[in-house]
């Protein structure tokens, strides 16, 4: 699976990207409540690894300098590939250099990075929805638009494991 290094809510934000998974659910639209392991917590992934070791990772990460708290405006709601619908945060110059900053850090290689987290191709996002039909696209865009725009902070960083939905405490915010 894959190893992500996230920022992570404040516990209001976190409370209404909850309460909106559960909406979407409610309404038969998967969401990461329900996905894979059922542990998912929102978050916003600024690398994702598709080969790891937990503890070099961990270390490369925790040796950058605590860039602290930071607050991002979600304005957009975004669709990708297979399915997936987001909120798209307004991409700051900050924002884009942490981003950068943690990738090199992790000094992986294209085989390691997931080639949606290289720096300059990234698209910052939330997921809300995992597996949307089209016709459920108008369900999930009425949910997020009751929401944006919200302005919400990113008070911690974990590194989180998607296979299992293990979430390992940063004692720095890259």
């Avoid at 302005?151 to 940063?170: E, K, S, W």
């Amino acid at each position: 699976m894959a190893l992500a290094v996230c920022l992570l809510f404040d516990r209001p934000t976190e409370r209404v990207l909850r309460q909106l998974w559960q909406r979407l659910e409610d309404k038969g639209v998967p969401t990461l409540a329900t996905h894979t392991h059922g542990g998912h917590v929102p978050h916003l992934s600024l690398a994702v690894l598709r080969s790891w070791d937990l503890d070099k990772v961990r270390a490369a990460i925790e040796a950058l300098p605590d860039a602290g708290p930071t607050t991002v405006r979600f304005d957009a709601v975004a669709a990708f590939r297979r399915g997936r619908m987001s909120l798209v945060p307004a991409v700051t110059s900050g924002l884009a250099a942490r981003q950068e900053r943690v990738v090199e850090a992790l000094g992986a290689s294209d085989d390691e990075l997931h080639k949606h987290y290289v720096p300059g191709v990234w698209t910052p996002h939330v997921t809300l929805a995992t597996r949307v039909r089209l016709e459920q696209t108008p369900l999930v865009l009425e949910a997020a638009y009751e929401i944006v725009p919200l302005t919400c902070t990113m008070t911690h960083a974990a590194l989180i494991d998607a296979g299992t939905g293990a979430v390992h405490p940063l004692a720095v915010i890259p």
